[in-house]
């Protein structure tokens, strides 16, 4: 039986299962290990090999991407014995399934010639995505076994940089010629035992392998056997080049709802194709690493990594943020005979703080947002900066008046609003700018938008909230 994939509820319940099952067969070999009877040893190999019986069966008809995501939900020690349970023919799908972080967890328990099984039966463009995380040793013998032509599939692939077309391209395509009939072009796609995955159309080349157009399998089927590709199919394909942007890819992939685009090298030569699974894994990655970068992540963290790669993987922006919190201490520690003379204060300035911290973030997230889809180019800054500088103004003018009105009915003090209103605009308005500011940088400067946005906007507003409002009550109130 072939294996399937799982609805989402499915899945919950297959990882709740095989944990069941993992937790079963421990309780079980400990009661057998403390019980004193004859045999023992056997008995114990007995209950051991039922429970992997059951949860070799469990995984048998469990999907690759499935499998994956149950071992990523697994502490260390499960998810090498379940994946020492996964058919060895299955391990290089599995590979390309998983995260870097769990993958690199994998890699480490299998020998070299496990390794070269596993992803030897892979195509090259899959084997591209697994090279950077395969020991050189393996990577060799894995390339001493490939005909000449996938040797040089997979160098090229390998040479294209992340982010790049020419990474997510697929080798895997069917071309025919355009001076035969559509009789021909069906007796041969009978000659395959199946199609490539996500084959919407059929690529037409000339005899030096240049892209002449595309025939849509629609096209192919509605027509008259006898007409020639030629007349029918389509001279203006969408393509790509090999180093255009994948996020420009996948942006074309949105707008036009594509499944499958060829790629063609700067003299029109057909290389490889993209498609949309590509693009989506693709979207999903970047989406991933864009969240961890705001929050100060360097890579994706495995959940149950030891305590070190944790802490190396976070050490760096939680010492800024450690830097920052001791400048905004500072900031409180200038005014500390004002807030001794108007206790108020205290109870205020984290309101001031905390708003525009929010208001901070909101304007960072729009903006790596529009900078990821293209819609924001450097020319915008300055309109952009303006546009959300009117907003924070407005939006302070409405909430601090309205925070203002609140202090001023529970303190007595009306010049205590009017501080609540005016440090509230003006944080507003700090927050606003460093939120345009700083992706607009990053992007100028050729780094991640979205790295440390968060951190940084936070660390911003909090030392300028304090010493704005802590500042105007100094001024106006003490």
Do not use: C
């Not at 391990?91 to 967890?105: F, K, P, Q, T, Y």
């Not at 490539?196 to 509605?222: A, W």
């Not at 036009?256 to 949309?276: E, I, M, Q």
Request: hydrophobic share 50%.
């Amino acid at each position: 039986m072939e294996p399937s994939a799982e609805t989402h509820h499915d899945l919950q319940k297959s990882l709740r299962d095989i944990e069941e099952l993992l937790s079963r067969q421990q309780r079980v070999e400990d009661l057998v290990r403390r019980q004193a009877m004859p045999r023992h040893d056997l008995v114990e190999t007995l209950v051991h090999k039922q429970h992997l019986v059951e949860l070799q069966s469990k995984l048998d008809h469990l999907h690759p991407a499935d499998i994956a995501f149950i071992l990523e939900a697994l502490p260390l020690d499960e998810r090498l014995l379940v994946w020492g349970m996964v058919k060895a023919d299955r391990d290089g799908d599995i590979l390309l399934e998983v995260s870097d972080a769990v993958r690199e967890s994998l890699i480490e328990t299998m020998a070299p010639a496990e390794l070269v099984a596993a992803v030897e039966q892979l195509d090259t463009d899959e084997l591209a995505d697994l090279a950077p995380d395969l020991p050189s040793q393996v990577m060799e013998d894995v390339f001493r076994g490939l005909s000449t032509e996938e040797r040089e599939q997979l160098r090229a692939a390998i040479s294209y940089p992340e982010g790049s077309v020419g990474a997510l391209m697929d080798f895997d395509l069917v071309s025919v010629r355009e001076n035969v009939s559509l009789e021909v072009v069906l007796r041969y796609l009978r000659l395959f035992d199946e199609l490539p995955n996500h084959t919407d159309q059929l690529f037409v080349v000339d005899r030096e392998e240049h892209l002449r157009g595309v025939l849509p399998l629609n096209v192919l089927l509605i027509n008259d056997p006898e007409t020639e590709v030629a007349a029918l199919m389509q001279v203006d394909a969408f393509s790509f080049t090999p180093t255009d942007e994948a996020d420009h890819a996948a942006q074309a992939f949105e707008r036009y709802d594509l499944v499958s685009v060829p790629v063609v090298d700067d003299k029109g030569k057909l290389l490889g194709r993209v498609t949309v699974n590509a693009v989506l894994d693709h979207i999903r990655e970047t989406t991933e690493a864009e969240q961890l970068a705001q929050a100060g992540l360097r890579e994706e963290e495995d959940i149950f990594a030891s305590v070190w790669d944790s802490v190396r993987n976070r050490w760096v922006w939680l010492a800024l943020n450690l830097v920052t919190a001791l400048v905004a201490s500072r900031v409180i520690g200038a005014f500390e005979s004002s807030i001794e003379k108007l206790v108020a204060l205290a109870a205020l300035m984290p309101i001031v703080a905390g708003i525009g911290g929010n208001s901070g973030n909101q304007t960072i997230t729009m903006i790596v947002r529009a900078i990821a889809l293209g819609k924001v180019g450097l020319d915008s800054e300055r309109r952009l900066f303006r546009k959300e500088l009117n907003v924070a103004l407005i939006n302070g003018l409405l909430w601090g008046g309205l925070l203002g009105l609140v202090a001023w009915g529970l303190y007595g003090n009306w010049r205590l609003g009017l501080v609540m209103t005016s440090a509230m605009t003006l944080n507003l308005a700090l927050a606003a700018s460093v939120g345009v500011i700083v992706p607009m940088t990053m992007q100028k400067l050729g780094r991640d938008p979205a790295i440390g946005g968060s951190v940084m906007i936070t660390a911003v507003t909090d030392s300028g909230g304090f010493f704005i409002f802590l500042g105007l009550a100094t001024l106006f109130l003490i």
